[in-house]
């Protein structure tokens, strides 16, 4: 069964405390790797696609990678205004999106 | 540039009342359009999709439709809300020819009492 995973699920760091946010996933015939952000009461919003595993992407303090079975957000030097929820998805073989439940990232000033 | 829409933000409808929700796409033709639920904590439930005017898919048997009566307008509806129908509604749409990002708009929240 087609499966997407995040973690953890909620993420608490100080200003300026990079960290990274996982999403493993299980589907088969990987077609893309999608993330989003979403902030409360809001629709998401686009961030990236990968994919092939080892490619990366960057936009500004996030840069998200592939593996094989898992993505990575890595978020650098984060500001109070990157918290938010962050949503994963991937697309099988069947052109639908497999989305994880998220990870509520919060950084503090 | 593309724009999305959605209305109304929020809706506070009686067990056993009708429901309609819409959603318009701007500056784009031909979109493949989706319905979403989503849950608190939970990941985005796909409730239908649309690959052009009159062609609906159902993924989850429930007591909601769809219709697309034109090409950049999709509707969700329903003849008699459930309490279990409560929750955050989203409309997306995606290219129908490159890539296979979909954008959202800015979600009705739907209460159920």
């Known amino acids: 069964e087609d499966q997407v995973t995040q973690s953890p699920e909620a993420l608490r760091l100080q200003e300026g405390e990079s960290s990274s946010l996982n999403c493993s996933y299980t589907?088969?015939?990987?077609?893309?790797l999608f993330w989003y952000r979403q902030d409360p009461g809001k629709g998401p919003e686009f961030l990236f696609t990968?994919?092939?595993?080892?490619e990366e992407k960057e936009k500004e303090r996030l840069k998200a990678t592939l593996t094989k079975k898992e993505s990575f957000l890595h978020i650098t030097a984060p500001k109070p205004e990157d918290s938010a929820t962050y949503l994963c998805?991937?697309?099988?073989?069947?052109?639908?999106?497999?989305w994880g439940a998220g990870t509520k990232l919060i950084i503090k000033p | 540039s593309q724009t999305i829409h959605q209305w109304p933000a929020t809706l506070v409808q009686p067990v056993g009342s009708p429901l309609s929700l819409e959603c318009t796409v701007e500056g784009t033709s031909n979109p493949n359009l989706y319905w979403y639920r989503q849950a608190a904590g939970r990941g985005l439930q796909l409730l239908f999709y649309?690959?052009?005017?009159?062609?609906i898919s159902s993924e989850v048997p429930q007591n909601l439709s769809a219709s697309r009566p034109q090409d950049r307008q999709f509707i969700l509806s329903s003849k008699k809300l459930l309490l279990s129908d409560s929750g955050f509604y989203l409309c997306?749409?995606?290219?129908?020819?490159?890539?296979?990002?979909?954008?959202f708009g800015p979600g009705t929240r739907l209460t159920v009492l």
């Open positions: 990968l994919y092939s595993a080892g």
């Open positions: 649309s690959v052009g005017i009159g062609q």
């Open positions: 997306a749409w995606s290219p129908r020819t490159s890539g296979n990002e979909q954008f």
């Open positions: 998805a991937a697309q099988g073989s069947n052109y639908q999106l497999i």
């Open positions: 589907v088969s015939g990987l077609r893309g």
